[in-house]
């Protein structure tokens, strides 16, 4: 479909540019008594001729097509870049300072990766053990989880529940049992309970907490300003990667980021530690 609009789109300007092209070419000599006034229609036979001679010049130029599809698809990133780029600015705050938000390694890290992921996504399960890998390996990075529940109900469940598990000083260790297991369903939220000796009355007391929903809520919004729209997503720096990730290549991120400060600076706000 998206070749098709582009593919019209172009027509239309070849068809301005030829059309200004005969007109041109028929006066030679300006006579504003004869020029056509800008908002003359084109006729049926005119656009019929018009559309006809593009169409030909096309077949025989196809490459026109190609070359222009991918300037519009660089622009368009471009834009999508510097759109990203500027919320970010504005949304400093609420990507870095949301008090709510578990933190992971170095609270104090002189780089952030901020991490938006759903438990019930299948690259999140592949990806976010290897960004615990770089944690475990860089002493001076710090992450900022990002509950985005965005594959159905038990998704919000199961983010719920790791929200509320902060409250017993869990959610590390209950974020890790969450992507080890399938579904989000009260036994087995009982069962990692148990497992991690978390008091499940009070656990089942929190999630039903609105003020829980409210930051899920936050996160979503957080997450549709930065054209965020599937999981696992990151931020490192000035920069939004989507998609799965190995420790490898996120360690380059890292340090491309360091490289550019050098000189280690807490992470702005306090949100929550983990332990």
């Known amino acids: 479909m998206k070749y ?6 172009l027509l239309e300007i070849f068809a301005v540019i030829l059309l200004f092209a005969t007109f041109q070419g028929r006066a030679q000599t300006p006579d504003p008594s004869k020029t056509i006034p800008i908002t003359e229609p084109v006729t049926k036979e005119q656009r ?3 559309e006809k001679v593009v169409r030909e010049y096309l077949l025989k130029n196809p490459e026109i097509v190609r070359d222009a599809m991918q300037e519009l698809q660089a622009r368009e990133q471009k834009e999508k870049l510097e759109r990203a780029a500027k919320s970010m600015l504005e949304l400093k705050s609420d990507i870095y300072s949301d008090p709510d938000s578990p933190v992971a390694g170095n609270p104090k890290g002189d780089v952030t990766i901020v991490v938006f992921f759903d438990y019930n996504c299948g690259y999140c399960k592949k990806s976010l053990p290897e960004l615990q890998a770089l944690i475990d390996k860089d002493p001076m990075l710090k992450v900022i989880y990002k509950e985005f529940p965005i594959l159905g109900p038990q998704s919000q469940v199961a983010a719920t529940a790791a929200l509320a598990a902060t409250r017993q000083g869990q959610y590390a260790a209950f974020n890790r049992a969450l992507f080890a297991s399938n579904g989000a369903g009260d036994a087995m939220l009982k069962g990692v309970s148990d497992r991690l000796k978390l008091n499940y009355a009070k656990l089942q007391q ?7 929903n409210k930051e899920i809520e936050r996160n979503i919004k957080l997450a549709s300003d930065l054209n965020i729209d599937g999981t696992p997503a990151y931020i490192v720096g000035n920069q939004i990667v989507p998609g799965a990730i190995d420790m490898v290549s996120l360690a380059k991120l890292v340090e491309g980021e360091r490289a550019k400060t050098r000189n280690p600076k807490a992470a702005i706000g306090s949100p929550a530690e983990m332990k």
């Open 4 to 9: 098709i609009t582009v593919n019209r789109f």
């Open 48 to 50: 019929e001729t018009i």
């Open 206 to 212: 929190d999630m039903a907490d609105p003020k829980l």
